[in-house]
């Protein structure tokens, strides 16, 4: 599904969380939204999921006119950074949530949602393990179920909020070939949130790169490191001598979030 | 253990003091204990049995008595049930949303804590009572609430307000909306997400405050005394109706109801303990420990 954003924009109070943001992104394409904490990235994610209300612009779903469509309508995919999973239930029924709430005429049979369950369990590759609950799972299992969670509806878009950071290096990089993997086969429209260079400029077909609720440049990984467009990618994906990217924004430590409750304590 | 520590005096953990000083703790804790509180809960059922089996359930079978009894039921269940809504609808919105004046609503919520039991019975007297405006309105529409079981409902309600809504806010904010987001998102109504996945999140924590507002509002005696009016066999729940047993000499009677009260207090308390013991971990990690 191609998605089209135009002038969105978004603000807490008097703080410009999205400034007239326009994006394009093409049907099955992998793409990344990199930026330090609080240039909007996750904003703008969770903008194009209908989970953050906007103040203005549009969002095109193909030829659907998503803006003012509710989150349940929009049809799409999200993967929580914590992943979300809900505790009191087993894989199964986690992963099968999305079916079991659909209305009677649109719900599968009982057995068929089993078996649809079960089937992207496996292509999660975590058959077997359908009846254990959430707390019973390593990080990297959980993020697979949220993942195969967010398939079985069958999404317009596949959206993921820093998808990695909460696992530990080495799962990261498994983590990080399989999804590559697993977009290329199923070939939904994907978009992830991350503030790791090297995670965007490694997975993604094209990465946008953000910064103080703007983007400053939407580009393939090599085009972003040979022809930075602004002095702020050229320093945000800057490489070291032995080829390692180098953190030269170290994150914000405010996001919008407590930039706002900082501005509303203080004013 | 080294071999090190063996050559040296016996292991003591840090935190260990000497023998005689923890015999003495613990001596003095149980000592207080069978004084203030399990001698008290011996005497209701002693002087609850003085006069026989028999006195005791002629005691409770006594029309007046089984009218405390059913009246106390009725208005806990009624209490419980609407602060059972109260509770979860407050601590959802102080939970989940951020609005303005959220502090002062958490405020209000504890009011009832603070204030005493018998000012809030006053406070319906004023509002309802026979000589003001509204209540001398309602009278001549027949409504009567003070001295009726609405006026007991509406004294206890107040006083129970915060058991729910204070066990459920701090665990509804430790869990955060992500699961109601994600529920959302996979396509479920704000209904479904209630029911298959707020509720289930707080079940045990709302079990555990609507035992705790139950056993409260059955005990209530300040705030239900003073709109009560104490009319026996009308408007008398089971503490009002102790206390009139007592000052009527009817020991065996006032010991015989009280020792009622008492079992279901420790029915509650029972209840409570499987609760924690049966789902401590679950409870714990929902306060966010």
């Known amino acids: 599904m191609q998605i089209s954003i135009r002038q969105l924009s978004k603000s807490y109070g008097s703080v410009a969380a999205l400034n007239a943001i326009d994006l394009d992104i093409a049907s099955g394409e992998l793409l990344a939204l990199l930026g330090p904490s609080g240039s909007g990235k996750t904003t703008l994610l969770r903008a194009i999921a209908g989970l953050e209300p906007i103040n203005g612009g549009r969002i095109q779903f193909g030829d659907i006119d998503a803006t003012e469509l509710s989150v349940q309508e929009r049809r799409v995919g999200f993967v929580f950074q914590h992943y979300a999973l809900f505790k009191h239930m087993s894989v199964l029924d986690n992963i099968t949530f999305g079916l079991r709430v659909r209305k009677r005429k649109y719900r599968p049979a009982r057995e068929e949602i089993r078996r649809r369950g079960e089937e992207l369990l496996k292509l999660v590759q975590l058959g077997g393990l359908e009846a254990r609950y959430p707390n019973q799972l390593s990080g990297g299992q959980r993020q697979r179920v949220a993942l195969a969670r967010a398939l079985a509806i069958e999404p317009r878009v596949l959206l993921l909020d820093e998808p990695f950071g909460a696992l530990d290096a080495k799962v990261r990089k498994e983590l990080r070939v399989w999804l590559r993997q697993l977009h290329d086969e199923t070939g939904y429209t994907t978009v992830f949130v991350t503030h790791d260079q090297e995670e965007a400029l490694e997975l993604a077909d094209r990465v946008v790169v953000m910064n103080a609720g703007s983007i400053e440049q939407v580009d393939t990984p090599e085009a972003i490191l040979r022809r930075p467009a602004t002095r702020f990618v050229a320093e945000f994906v800057e490489r070291d001598a032995a080829g390692h990217y180098t953190a030269a924004h170290p994150p914000h430590p405010r996001t919008v979030h407590e930039r706002v409750a900082h501005a509303v304590r203080v004013g | ?289």
């Open chain 2, 1 to 289: 253990m080294s071999t090190m520590a063996t050559t040296h005096r016996p292991f003591r953990s840090a935190t260990a003091e000497p023998l005689s000083v923890r015999w003495l703790l613990i001596g003095f804790t149980f000592a207080f204990l069978i004084v203030f509180l399990l001698l008290p809960l011996i005497v209701v059922f002693v002087q609850a049995f003085a006069g026989g089996i028999k006195a005791y359930f002629a005691a409770l079978a006594d029309p007046d008595s089984l009218s405390a009894i059913w009246l106390t039921l009725k208005t806990a269940a009624i209490a419980v049930l609407l602060n059972t809504l109260f509770g979860v609808a407050a601590a959802w919105l102080v939970a989940k949303f951020e609005f303005r004046g959220k502090d002062f609503l958490i405020t209000l919520i504890d009011l009832p804590f603070s204030v005493s039991p018998v000012i809030s019975g006053m406070v319906f007297v004023l509002i309802f009572g026979a000589q003001t405006w509204l209540g001398g309105w309602l009278i001549d529409h027949d409504i009567r609430i003070i001295f009726a079981q609405t006026g007991l409902v509406l004294a206890t309600v107040f006083v129970t307000f915060p058991f729910v809504a204070r066990e459920l806010i701090p665990l509804m904010q430790a869990q955060g909306s992500d699961e109601e987001y994600a529920a959302l998102s996979l396509g479920a109504s704000g209904w479904q997400t209630f029911w298959l996945v707020t509720l289930p999140n707080i079940r045990w924590g709302l079990l555990y405050g609507i035992l705790l507002c139950n056993a409260r509002a059955m005990g209530e005696f300040g705030a239900v005394s003073v709109v009560s009016g104490k009319i026996r066999g009308a408007s008398n729940t089971m503490p009002l109706h102790v206390e009139v047993l007592y000052q009527d000499n009817k020991m065996v009677a006032a010991f015989a109801v009280a020792s009622l009260l008492a079992l279901l207090a420790l029915l509650t308390l029972g209840l409570k303990t499987f609760l924690e013991w049966r789902h401590g971990d679950e409870l714990a990690a929902l306060r966010g420990r």
